[in-house]
């Protein structure tokens, strides 16, 4: 039963004490009561309400109604009272919200022995990862890493390079071009880069010699795809420049990466051959690493090798004069300078390395294929 205020019959010091006791004792009890929001507005306008609350009546029948000699004593009575029923009230809310945040903060705790999310960690692709191969073999040689864009022009990816606009070596390389580039000069016309080369220059125009860089990177290329062609893949240029570069350094570099790449037991070969851009150029077979250069596994034919005993695996040369001619300006003097250029593709090593039988297996993103490069 909610608390009602009593009319006094007395208003002695005495009988206000024991009805403020009384009060207190129910104002106790009610609050301990409350236990949720809608409760809580009962029983704060029960108290407070200005209408009829008991604070209300407390001064119609406590005050007002006190005898003059009384009122003093009332007034502080029910002065105390008003505070005590505040406080009693601020303190019920305060218990409401607190145990309400207790909730909260219970059901948002960690159970730390739920098992944890099991995050699935990726595979290198095999061809970044043979990418890396050679790039650290060369990294310790003494090498850096430069980089290009692979929507190239005209300019870099075939005129700085010696071919002359008609050059019958640019069909060599069945590019793709950008559309929409007949009203821009010739050397302006984007297309996509058929390799790495054209970084040489590049690189050439923004740092002076000497210079040893390496330069990986997407290609593409008009061949439709099959089993050892792509339109896109993958290759890594190389390019030395200093006062006196030779062949010899050539062939002691390349024989060097070749060994560190395939194996100490496998010898180089250079053969004549050409490349606008370097004067003499060789294309290196290196020795097949599958059969060990015999020819054969077992009674079987070895077939990455053909039978020969020997793969063939870049292309090379001195890098042509006519090449430095154009970043002569920056110290490429060609009556000064001499270097050599290599460049090789990373997925036809990727493929030898890792015995894969069809390039498109790298393009494809099926995830039995690469995780059991893991
Ligand atoms: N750019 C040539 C190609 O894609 C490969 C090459 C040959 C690069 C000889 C060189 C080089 O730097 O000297 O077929």
């Known amino acids: 039963m909610a608390y009602t205020v009593p009319k006094l019959k007395e208003f002695s010091p005495a009988a206000l004490e024991k009805a403020a006791e009384k009060l207190l004792s129910a104002l106790e009890a009610e609050a301990s009561a409350v236990q949720d929001e809608a409760a809580y507005k009962t029983f704060r306008d029960h108290w407070m309400g200005r209408k009829n609350g008991v604070l209300t009546q407390l001064n119609d029948l406590w005050l007002k109604a006190a005898p ?16 005590r029923v505040e406080q009693a009230i601020d303190a019920t809310l305060q218990r409401l919200q607190g145990g309400a945040s207790d909730a909260r903060l219970a059901a948002e705790r960690v159970d730390i022995t739920l098992p944890g999310n099991q995050r699935k960690i990726g595979a290198e692709h095999p061809v970044i990862k043979t990418m890396h191969e050679i790039i650290s073999v060369f990294r310790n040689l003494g090498y850096s890493v430069e980089e290009g864009p692979v929507i190239e022009s005209d300019y870099y990816n075939f005129e700085a390079l010696n071919f002359p606009p008609n050059h019958p070596a640019r069909d060599t390389q069945d590019t793709l071009f950008i559309a929409n580039q007949d009203a821009k000069p010739a050397r302006e016309r984007l297309l996509l880069r058929t390799h790495t080369s054209p970084v040489q220059i590049r690189t050439m125009e923004k740092l002076a010699p000497p210079l040893r860089i390496v330069i ?3 290609v593409h290329r008009n061949d439709p795809p099959d089993a050892s062609h792509s339109p896109m893949f993958h290759q890594i240029e190389g390019l030395a420049v200093d006062t006196d570069i030779t062949f ?53 034919p070895c077939r990455p090798c053909k039978q020969s005993g020997w793969i063939e695996i870049l292309g090379c ?15 490429y003097d060609p009556k000064k300078v001499s270097g050599f250029a290599f460049g090789m593709g990373i997925d036809r090593v990727a493929i030898l390395k890792y015995g894969v039988d069809d390039i498109q297996l790298f393009f494809q993103g099926d995830v039995r294929f690469l995780q059991q490069f893991r």
């Open 216 to 218: 990986p990177g997407k």
């Open 248 to 300: 010899g350094d050539l062939k002691g570099t390349i024989d060097h990466a070749m060994k560190a790449l395939f194996g100490s037991s496998v010898k180089t070969h250079f053969r004549p051959s050409f490349f606008p851009f370097t004067e003499p150029s060789a294309e290196v077979m290196v020795s097949c690493f599958i059969c060990g250069g015999s020819g054969k596994r077992g009674s079987e």
């Open 317 to 331: 040369g001195m890098v042509d004069p006519n090449v430095f001619e154009f970043v002569k300006h920056n110290g």
């Open 68 to 83: 003059k000699d009384a009122k003093r004593d009332a007034g502080q009575r029910v002065n105390q009272l008003k505070g």
